[in-house]
């Protein structure tokens, strides 16, 4: 659905040096797919975003959204273009002198749709929100999570095959942060839509992205589906997701992390272990959760022996699907 191919973004000043915000950054993002952008401030991230709808113009590379290369348009054909592309925006971005339905209406509005047909559409919108009941509420009279929920009507209001989502849940509290990603997540399965979203939250990915790119000075450092970030040696997404605080093996004990994904999360490996190879293992610390739709954990165990002792039962791990690496590499 979105592909993107050697984009690069530069910006120039005459006071300061030129910053590269966005440097060679290649994504791919499968239809109806939710893809998040991790990342901290200034790594590129909103940059790109606006890339990908041309509100920013790259320098170099091509973006093409549904088999449209956006680069290749000029500015009638990319208004059109840019009308299948929704965006969220971190702050709503809702204009004040119009009710909740009022700013849902607005895009439609510029696009000449009938009244009538308006407010069918705007009446649909906030009920698949759950704000039906807000309807001639205005921005001043709605909490946050209830001012972005209008955000993400208005940015459905075209009928978008792909929403952008520019740090929607950052200025919220953690309880209408999830409430905000189950919407989205649930407007993923109900609409088909595909979502690319950028933050700097590693819950946000947790909750809700099937695959994830970690950004840093304005490069891709690692890149895929999330299930197979998370069996990748170093992945720095795998640590962020499944942090192990330090620990130090007794002595006489080897300590080594185990990464499970997919079947094998659910599959009493440690129990197995301990009977197949008549070992005290001992569990020092983890967690198994629901990444988006995919089952995952992270173990830290501690084996008694040397590794050389215990090399027959880390590969016995390895063959159930699990990586295993040294504590903390």
Same mark, same amino acid.
């Given at each position: ?10 910006? /120039? ?6 910053? =590269?915000?966005? $440097?060679?950054?290649? !994504? ?14 200034g ?6 975003l606006?890339?990908v ?5 790259p320098? &170099? ?35 004040? %002198? ?5 700013? +849902?209406?607005?895009?439609?509005? +510029?696009?000449? =749709? ?8 705007? &009446? ?33 209001a ?20 999830? %409430?905000?990603?189950d ?5 993923n ?10 933050? /700097?939250?590693? $819950? ?8 994830? &790119?970690?950004?840093?000075d ?5 890149s ?8 990748r040696?170093g %992945?720095? !997404?795998?640590?962020? !997701?499944?942090?192990?605080p ?10 080594? $992390? ?13 129990a ?5 190879? $008549?070992?005290?293992?001992?569990i020092? /610390? ?6 988006? &739709? ?7 165990l ?19 699907g ?8």
């Open positions: 659905m979105i592909q993107i191919q050697g984009l690069r973004k530069t910006y /120039h000043s005459r006071r300061r040096a030129a910053v =590269v915000a966005v $440097d060679g950054v290649d !994504l791919s993002v499968a239809r109806g797919q939710i893809f998040g952008v991790l990342g901290q401030s790594a590129g991230k909103s940059t790109l606006r890339c709808n041309l509100l920013e113009r320098d &170099a590379g091509t973006v093409v959204v549904d088999g449209v290369e956006l680069t290749a348009l000029k500015r009638g054909p990319l208004r059109a273009a840019r009308q299948r592309v929704g965006m969220v925006h971190q702050h709503f971005a809702l204009l004040a %002198s119009r009710t909740a339905a009022g700013n +849902v209406a607005f895009p439609l509005e +510029v696009t000449g =749709v009938p009244r009538a047909e308006r407010a069918r559409r705007v &009446a649909e919108l906030l009920e698949l929100v759950g704000l039906s009941e807000r309807a001639n509420a205005y921005p001043a009279q709605l909490s946050g999570g209830q001012k972005q929920r209008v955000g993400i009507a208005r940015a459905l075209a009928g978008p095959q792909v929403l952008l989502s520019d740090e929607a849940t950052s200025a919220l509290d953690p309880e209408t942060t999830r %409430s905000i990603l919407l989205l997540r649930e407007l399965q109900r609409l088909g839509l595909t979502i690319l979203l950028i933050t /700097h939250e590693m $819950d946000v990915v947790k909750r809700i992205c099937h695959a994830a &790119a970690v950004m840093r304005g490069r891709f450092i690692e895929g589906p999330v299930a197979d970030l998370l069996r040696p %992945s720095e !997404l795998a640590q962020g !997701l499944f942090p192990l330090p620990a130090e093996p007794r002595p006489g004990e080897t300590l080594v $992390d185990v990464t499970v994904s997919g079947a094998a999360a659910d599959e009493p490996i440690v197995e272990l301990a009977r197949r190879f $008549d070992s005290d293992v001992r020092v /610390h983890g967690a198994v959760e629901t990444l988006a &739709a995919t089952r995952a954990g992270r173990l830290r501690a084996l008694p022996g040397s590794a050389d002792d215990n090399a027959a039962a880390l590969s016995h791990l390895r063959e159930r699990a990586l295993v690496t040294e504590a903390g590499r």
